[in-house]
């Protein structure tokens, strides 16, 4: 069933006006962060103390979990740790098995879709509810989120509207953003009240205090896990952080990057359960420490989730996060796709311009589009890229490694292009699709520098 | 082996080099005037409502109105009255039906319009996210310019719980229409006493 980025892609943009509602919508929220962005002076300063934070913290990684974990069992947390999705979901099963839970709910979490637990659960008979307002949609729909940030980014209120009507009994036909939020709102308080469980994400735990931040705007992570008497919090090892002061400096960045918020609604942190309630805490690996150990890409451990690389990538705005087929998508999931299933994830590193753009914005400054880059080395050194893909990076790499060929061979292909339009614009250059093909200059740049780099120098 | 064995010993094994933490320079970071003046500007921004009073002899009254109203309407602040102490064993099913919650807290943070709470300060976990409508008090004086100096001022890890919380709940999960009253509260008002 699975299929590559550029077929997903395709089926995508078929629908034009919704692939621009798509595109701008995302640079709409980007341009939004750079007006957080710029709204503090020292906002590179930011960046570069997150960025060394997130060094530091790899570099010491084993030390702060033994830490975290003493300090978390000291304030009466249950510890577990799971070294792959299959662990993870069977510890969540045997909590819910020892209590005999029915009702659960979950608020956002990356990781559980990482490790697809929802399915998992459902194989089961154990149903979970999504609280998310974006995720419901989702799941009530049966899709996946596309977004790390925006589950539903990918949706209409049309779509929405309909989806409700269905499942929600609203009003037929009516697209009102307020009125479809209240009546998820009465659905989920239901849900909420009469919990027995409730499942959040983390998004940074402390190594000095043995507790947990999670961020939402909506409120449903609190909602849940105040009301329910079993809660659980699953996290990658990598959202480890040294100490509490250092959560000022992640959540000045992480909101700012995401939807140029100034902060999230609730940043609510917990580090003990209240009085007869069980707090979980579960520690994955999945192919986390496997990343730890690559030299050229232990950098994307330090990613916060933030999306920004998503919203500001001309790749993702134009192709939706479906087309990734993975739990996360964008840029940084081109990055971590790759190494939890090679194979089946090999053309991901290939839907990028590697314009740089992810690299910019990436609030802990990794490096994305580089590891991009390096991910394709491997991937065609590997063997696992399709030939049409493999010629022509066998094809550039001759030619970018022989200077000579190289220049008798743009002169010949922008004389081709003049003389010959057809051979470019056909359907065998993938590049035509839904372009039409540049004029070709009349000369290379290497030609005109030659000419008029030398006259503008005295 | 555990799973637990297996993950740190793959972790030391391949992690890098040790690397030195950064020193945070706090001189670098932004100033304001007016920490209340920012404090407003960017709650009121984010949806909150903001009103700087002289002191609580205002929301002492209003309480008393709102308790006469016949909503459920739960005071967790000392200085305004009574304390509605039988929340803190309260259930969802019962929390679900507050109407207004007044709760104080400890500081707040004038780069971002949020406030720190703690559980002890919420009487009941749940209280500030279900109630309908959250009144929150802090002093003029508790207000700082950013998260640095919030984090200075308190200590996330003295009580089991707390939370920054920066106006009422909201979504825009719907074609990025922002809508206010996802699940938490509808409204968030902030009274500034100075
Ligand atoms: S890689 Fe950087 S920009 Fe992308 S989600 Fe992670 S932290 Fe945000």
Same mark, same amino acid.
Not at chain 1, 101 to 125: P, R
Not at chain 1, 288 to 305: A, M, P, T
Not at chain 1, 388 to 415: E, I, N, Q
Not at chain 2, 53 to 64: A, D, G, H
């Given at each position: 069933m699975?299929?590559?980025?550029?077929?997903?892609?395709?089926?995508?943009?078929a +629908?034009?006006?919704?692939?621009?509602?798509?595109?701008e919508?995302l640079?709409?929220?980007r341009?939004?962060?750079?007006?957080?962005?710029?709204?503090?002076p020292?906002?590179?300063?930011?960046?570069?103390?997150?960025?060394?934070?997130?060094?530091?913290?790899? /570099?010491?990684?084993?030390?702060?979990?033994?830490?975290?974990?003493?300090?978390?069992v000291?304030n009466g947390?249950?510890?577990?740790w799971?070294a792959?999705?299959d662990?993870?979901?069977?510890?969540?099963h045997?909590?819910i098995?020892?209590?005999?839970?029915?009702?659960?709910? =979950?608020?956002k979490?990356?990781?559980?879709?990482?490790?697809?637990?929802?399915?998992?659960?459902?194989?089961?008979?154990i149903?979970v509810?999504?609280t +998310?307002?974006?995720?419901?949609?989702?799941?009530?729909?049966?899709?996946?989120? @596309?977004h790390?940030?925006?589950?539903?980014?990918h949706?209409?209120?049309?779509d929405?509207s309909?989806?409700?009507?269905?499942h929600?009994?609203?009003?037929?036909?009516?697209? +009102?953003?307020q009125?479809l939020t209240?009546?998820?709102?009465?659905?989920?308080?239901?849900?909420?009240?009469? /919990?027995?469980?409730?499942?959040?994400g983390v998004?940074?735990?402390?190594?000095?205090?043995?507790?947990?931040?999670?961020?939402?705007?909506e409120?449903?992570?609190?909602?849940?896990?105040h009301?329910a008497p079993?809660?659980?919090?699953?996290?990658g090892?990598?959202? $480890?952080?040294?100490?509490?002061e250092?959560l000022?400096?992640?959540?000045?960045?992480?909101?700012? /990057?995401?939807?140029g918020?100034?902060?999230?609604t609730?940043? /609510?942190?917990?580090?003990?359960?209240?009085?007869?309630?069980?707090?979980h $805490?579960?520690?994955?690996?999945n192919g986390?420490?496997?990343?730890?150990?690559?030299?050229?890409?232990?950098?994307s451990?330090?990613?916060?989730?933030?999306?920004?690389?998503?919203?500001t990538c001309?790749?993702y705005?134009?192709?939706?996060?479906? @087309?990734?087929?993975?739990?996360?998508?964008?840029?940084?999931?081109s990055?971590?796709?790759?190494?939890?299933?090679?194979?089946?994830?090999?053309?991901?590193?290939?839907?990028?311009?590697?314009?740089? @753009?992810?690299?910019?914005?990436c609030?802990v =400054?990794?490096?994305?589009?580089e590891?991009?880059w390096?991910?394709?080395?491997?991937i065609?050194?590997?063997?696992?890229v399709a030939?049409s893909?493999k010629?022509g990076?066998?094809?550039?790499?001759?030619?970018?490694s022989?200077?000579?060929?190289?220049?008798?061979?743009g002169?010949?292909?922008?004389?081709?292009?003049r $003389?010959?339009?057809?051979?470019t614009?056909?359907?065998?250059?993938?590049?035509?699709?839904?372009?039409?093909?540049?004029?070709?200059?009349?000369e @290379?740049f290497?030609d005109w520098?030659l000419?008029?780099?030398?006259?503008?120098?005295? | 082996?555990?799973?637990?064995?297996?993950?740190?010993n793959?972790?030391?094994?391949?992690?890098?080099?040790?690397t030195?933490?950064?020193?945070?320079?706090?001189?670098v970071?932004?100033?304001?005037?007016?920490?209340?003046?920012?404090?407003?500007?960017v709650?009121?921004?984010?949806?909150?409502?903001?009103?700087?009073?002289?002191?609580l002899?205002?929301?002492?009254?209003?309480?008393?109105?709102?308790?006469?109203?016949?909503?459920?309407?739960?005071n967790?602040?000392a200085?305004?009255?009574?304390?509605?102490?039988?929340?803190?064993?309260?259930?969802?099913?019962?929390?679900?039906?507050v109407e207004? !919650?007044y709760?104080?807290g400890t500081?707040g943070v004038a780069e971002?319009g949020?406030?720190?709470?703690?559980?002890?300060q919420?009487?009941?976990?749940?209280l500030?996210?279900?109630?309908?409508h959250?009144?929150?008090?802090?002093?003029i004086? !508790?207000?700082?310019?950013?998260?640095?100096?919030?984090?200075?001022?308190?200590?996330? !890890?003295k009580?089991?719980?707390g939370a920054?919380?920066?106006?009422?709940?909201?979504?825009?999960?719907?074609?990025?229409?922002?809508?206010?009253?996802?699940?938490?509260?509808?409204?968030?008002?902030?009274?500034?006493?100075?």
């Amino acid at each position: 069933m699975k299929t590559t980025h550029a077929a997903l892609a395709e089926k995508f943009i078929a +629908d034009e006006p919704r692939t621009n509602w798509h595109d701008e919508t995302l640079w709409f929220v980007r341009e939004k962060r750079d007006k957080a962005a710029h709204g503090l002076p020292e906002w590179e300063q930011l960046r570069e103390w997150g960025s060394q934070i997130k060094n530091h913290t790899l /570099s010491n990684l084993s030390n702060y979990l033994k830490e975290f974990e003493e300090k978390a069992v000291a304030n009466g947390i249950k510890v577990h740790w799971a070294a792959d999705g299959d662990e993870h979901n069977k510890i969540i099963h045997d909590i819910i098995r020892k209590h005999n839970i029915q009702k659960i709910v =979950k608020s956002k979490s990356m990781l559980t879709e990482e490790c697809h637990l929802n399915e998992y659960l459902q194989e089961h008979g154990i149903e979970v509810v999504d609280t +998310d307002l974006g995720e419901r949609i989702v799941q009530f729909r049966k899709e996946p989120p @596309s977004h790390i940030v925006l589950p539903a980014i990918h949706l209409k209120k049309e779509d929405v509207s309909a989806t409700f009507h269905e499942h929600l009994g609203t009003e037929k036909g009516n697209n +009102d953003p307020q009125y479809l939020t209240e009546a998820a709102r009465q659905h989920l308080r239901d849900k909420f009240v009469q /919990s027995q469980l409730a499942i959040t994400g983390v998004n940074f735990a402390v190594a000095e205090t043995g507790g947990f931040v999670v961020c939402t705007n909506e409120g449903n992570a609190d909602m849940g896990a105040h009301t329910a008497p079993v809660h659980i919090a699953c996290m990658g090892f990598e959202k $480890i952080i040294p100490k509490a002061e250092h959560l000022s400096v992640f959540l000045r960045l992480l909101a700012r /990057s995401a939807t140029g918020q100034p902060i999230t609604t609730y940043s /609510s942190h917990f580090h003990k359960p209240r009085p007869n309630q069980e707090m979980h $805490i579960v520690i994955v690996d999945n192919g986390r420490s496997r990343q730890l150990g690559r030299e050229d890409f232990r950098n994307s451990l330090k990613c916060i989730r933030c999306a920004a690389c998503f919203n500001t990538c001309p790749v993702y705005r134009r192709s939706g996060g479906h @087309s990734y087929h993975t739990a996360v998508a964008g840029p940084i999931g081109s990055i971590l796709n790759p190494n939890l299933d090679m194979k089946a994830n090999a053309d991901l590193p290939f839907a990028s311009t590697l314009c740089g @753009s992810c690299t910019n914005v990436c609030p802990v =400054k990794i490096n994305i589009h580089e590891q991009l880059w390096k991910w394709r080395q491997i991937i065609v050194a590997e063997g696992y890229v399709a030939a049409s893909k493999k010629m022509g990076m066998m094809g550039m790499d001759f030619l970018l490694s022989r200077p000579t060929v190289y220049r008798f061979a743009g002169k010949m292909g922008r004389w081709l292009m003049r $003389i010959l339009p057809f051979v470019t614009n056909n359907k065998l250059n993938v590049w035509y699709k839904q372009r039409e093909m540049p004029e070709p200059p009349k000369e @290379s740049f290497r030609d005109w520098y030659l000419k008029n780099g030398k006259t503008n120098k005295k | 082996m555990s799973a637990r064995e297996k993950i740190l010993n793959a972790i030391a094994s391949n992690q890098p080099e040790l690397t030195a933490l950064p020193l945070m320079d706090k001189n670098v970071l932004i100033r304001y005037e007016d920490v209340y003046a920012q404090f407003k500007t960017v709650l009121e921004s984010i949806g909150g409502k903001v009103k700087l009073i002289p002191s609580l002899t205002e929301l002492k009254e209003q309480l008393i109105a709102d308790k006469a109203s016949g909503n459920f309407v739960v005071n967790a602040i000392a200085d305004l009255g009574k304390l509605d102490n039988q929340v803190a064993s309260f259930t969802a099913l019962d929390l679900e039906k507050v109407e207004k !919650a007044y709760i104080k807290g400890t500081a707040g943070v004038a780069e971002n319009g949020a406030v720190w709470i703690y559980e002890s300060q919420m009487l009941n976990r749940l209280l500030p996210f279900i109630c309908q409508h959250l009144i929150i008090v802090i002093d003029i004086a !508790a207000i700082v310019a950013t998260m640095h100096q919030a984090y200075e001022n308190i200590d996330v !890890a003295k009580e089991g719980f707390g939370a920054f919380i920066a106006g009422p709940s909201k979504t825009a999960d719907i074609e990025q229409s922002l809508v206010i009253g996802a699940h938490g509260a509808r409204s968030a008002t902030i009274y500034v006493v100075g």
